[in-house]
């Protein structure tokens, strides 16, 4: 550390007196000492006022500017000198020696720019003002075909900069790909995929800039799928595999880039992987499992590229993918039946799939989580029952399998994502011409109806209480049944269907006027005092006068107003609200069959009242 005073001593006197030599054995002194304790020695460099002194040492004609640059790479390694150096105007020098020809000043003078900008919002600032991206990058642009050692390494550097200058900030992201650097860092990949270090360099580049929206189009536009799929099918070791993935999970997010990859092969890598860690027990086994199985499903979420794997289901990857469904492995499970619900995304695909039994694989995969219990895999297999169920002809044949029986199986469950899929898949079933025996079955299950009751009142999940006024309304609608009427009005459920009928989607405002209206045509007596209770009359009255209620509203509406004639109770609510008033204004209503039934509702309030 004495020889370090005397060193730095010097050096602040080489400002005045610039002999070479002294410089130079200076300069070696303060390397050592940097070698040896780099915090200590930075610290030393700090209270001796030396980094301003740089600035006049770093001459692009100066022999002594490779090592002034090395030192300050290295000083600012420690976080705490990162904004002494810009404070002490580095930067503005440092970038001019970018236009240097001295492949030895560019390496030095780039791991300084590189390490000044690493986590530090001064440094990246600093080189952003002065324009030293542009220039790294143009570097880039013209260095990236050589494949000399000496060139590769300056490539690693540069690399590594643009890197640290945009990490985690959105703008100078934005910056480097409207500089064009996603192209020149794909085919520098394509050139040096033999040489590890410019490789992760570039992966973590595409890491951070692959986050980024508009990254996506440039990315599509250059042949990155392929370069990364033959890259991924050389590794062997979990870390590099990894590195990929983490490129490739932001990238595949894109339906073009999806095509890509899957056209490029990655489908059958990743199967590869699935094969080869499935029974492993290794931490990094578990963790290449998830992610290999994670991305299947990604690429799958592309609809040209689900189609082209599904291939008429006669495809290789789909037959596949269905075996991880009675897979021992609860991430396959949960995989495959993620999978089928995105194969699961058009009608065709859907009756294929029915067709060949897929059902029954997925019924038996729930039967297992009854007991076991594994929520995801509990919920994605439900979603994949709710797809399949969405084509008219598969309603009645998932019916027959049994479907309903099983999927009742999870109405103890406390997760709203699985309550939500379990709602979804029996509305679905139901939801049809032919749906009024399994209606039936499903409005007279006392546990269920019950059980809608309670969650129709889930105020923190709007999901599940939307998805359990629809069911119960399509269980009256479906199966026009008076004793699944009496069911629902004993299980108090009138109260949320009339909550329902204020919905602000249209399509639930009716389904829930339609289902008052059957109960009120099928068991008024028994439901007349939950009408009184919850108010409809006035809330029917609210929806008639709103201009904004929709043709179907105000039609639906008019009918239920007639059925809730027979009641005293209800004809005394109509006529204290001078219903007739609003009801002749709608016989002038455009639509036609507003105005007829207006006319005929006009009648029976005349004749009542």
């Given amino acids: 550390m004495e020889n370090l005073s005397d060193a730095l001593e010097k050096?602040?006197?080489?400002?005045?007196?610039?002999?070479?030599?002294s410089v130079e054995s200076s300069l070696d002194c303060l390397l050592k000492a940097l070698c040896n304790s780099s915090a200590e020695a930075s610290m030393k460099i700090q209270e001796m006022g030396i980094l301003p002194v740089f600035p006049s040492l770093l001459s692009p004609q100066s022999s002594c500017t490779p090592k002034v640059a090395n030192i300050i790479a290295e000083v600012a390694k420690n976080e705490f000198m990162r904004s002494p150096c810009v404070e002490a105007g580095l930067i503005p020098p440092l970038i001019q020696l970018l236009n240097s020809t001295?492949?030895?000043?560019?390496?030095?003078?780039?791991?300084?720019?590189?390490?000044i900008c690493y986590d530090s919002h001064e440094g990246r600032r600093a080189v952003d003002l002065a324009g030293g991206a542009q220039i790294v990058a143009e570097h880039v642009k013209s260095l990236y075909q050589n494949t000399e050692p000496e060139n590769q390494k300056l490539l690693t550097v540069f690399c590594g900069m643009l890197m640290n200058y945009s990490n985690d900030n959105d703008s100078l992201q934005a910056q480097l790909i409207s500089m064009g650097v996603i192209p020149t860092l794909v085919k520098l990949l394509g050139i040096h995929s033999h040489n590890t270090a410019l490789t992760e360099m570039c992966l973590i580049a595409f890491g951070n800039l692959a986050e980024l929206e508009s990254s996506k189009e440039q990315f599509a536009s250059t042949n990155i799928a392929e370069e990364l799929v033959h890259l991924f099918q050389k590794q062997t070791e979990h870390e590099k595999k990894e590195m990929i993935f983490e490129v490739l999970a932001p990238l595949a997010e894109n339906d073009l880039i999806k095509l890509q990859l899957v056209e490029a092969g990655l489908v059958e890598c990743l199967l590869?992987?699935?094969?080869?860690?499935?029974?492993?027990?290794r931490e990094e086994d578990v963790s290449q499992l998830k992610t290999a199985s994670d991305l299947m499903v990604l690429l799958l979420l592309g609809d040209e590229s689900m189609q082209k794997l599904f291939e008429g289901g006669k495809g290789s990857v789909f037959q596949r993918v269905l075996s991880w469904?009675?897979?021992?492995?609860?991430q396959l499970q949960l995989a495959g039946a993620l999978a089928i619900a995105n194969f699961a995304r058009n009608d065709g695909n859907c009756i294929h799939m029915v067709d060949t039994g897929i059902v029954q694989k997925l019924l038996e995969l729930l039967d297992r989580h009854v007991e076991e219990g594994n929520v995801t895999v509990q919920h994605a297999a439900l979603s994949a029952l709710r797809n399949l169920a969405i084509p008219v002809v598969n309603k009645s044949k998932m019916l027959s399998a049994?479907?309903?029986?099983?999927?009742?199986?999870?109405?103890?469950?406390?997760?709203?994502?699985?309550?939500?899929?379990l709602l979804g898949t029996l509305r679905m079933l139901i939801d049809t011409q032919g749906g009024a025996e399994a209606a039936d079955q499903?409005?007279?299950?006392?546990?269920?109806?019950?059980?809608?009751?309670?969650?129709?009142?889930?105020?923190?999940?709007?999901?599940?209480?939307g998805e359990s006024n629809r069911l119960l309304s399509a269980l009256i609608r479906h199966s026009k049944s008076k004793e699944v009427v009496k069911a629902v009005i004993q299980g108090g459920g009138v109260k949320h269907l009339v909550t329902?009928?204020?919905?602000?989607?249209?399509?639930?405002?009716?389904?829930?006027?339609?289902?008052?209206?059957?109960?009120?045509?099928?068991?008024?007596?028994?439901?007349?005092?939950?009408?009184?209770?919850?108010?409809?009359v006035s809330m029917l009255h609210k929806l008639l006068s709103d201009e904004r209620s929709a043709p179907e509203i105000k039609y639906n509406s008019m009918i239920l107003i007639c059925a809730v004639m027979g009641s005293e109770p209800l004809h005394k609510e109509v006529q204290s609200l001078a219903f007739i008033d609003v009801v002749s204004k709608?016989?002038?209503?455009?639509?036609?069959?507003?105005?007829?039934q207006a006319s005929l509702t006009e009648q029976r309030l005349t004749a009542q009242s």
């Fill in 442 to 465: 499903l409005g007279t299950n006392g546990k269920l109806v019950e059980r809608l009751v309670e969650w129709c009142e889930a105020k923190d999940h709007a999901g599940v209480m």
């Fill in 325 to 330: 469904i009675p897979s021992h492995n609860h």
């Fill in 586 to 596: 709608l016989r002038a209503h455009e639509n036609k069959t507003v105005s007829h």
């Fill in 500 to 536: 329902m009928a204020t919905s602000e989607h249209m399509i639930m405002q009716n389904e829930a006027l339609v289902a008052l209206g059957l109960i009120a045509a099928l068991d008024l007596v028994a439901a007349e005092k939950d009408f009184v209770g919850s108010s409809l």
């Fill in 102 to 115: 001295d492949q030895e000043v560019l390496l030095q003078t780039g791991r300084a720019l590189g390490n």
């Fill in 272 to 281: 590869e992987v699935v094969a080869q860690t499935v029974d492993g027990e």
């Fill in 402 to 421: 049994g479907v309903a029986d099983v999927v009742l199986k999870f109405l103890q469950s406390e997760m709203p994502p699985v309550q939500f899929k």
């Fill in 11 to 21: 050096l602040k006197l080489s400002s005045t007196d610039k002999t070479t030599d």
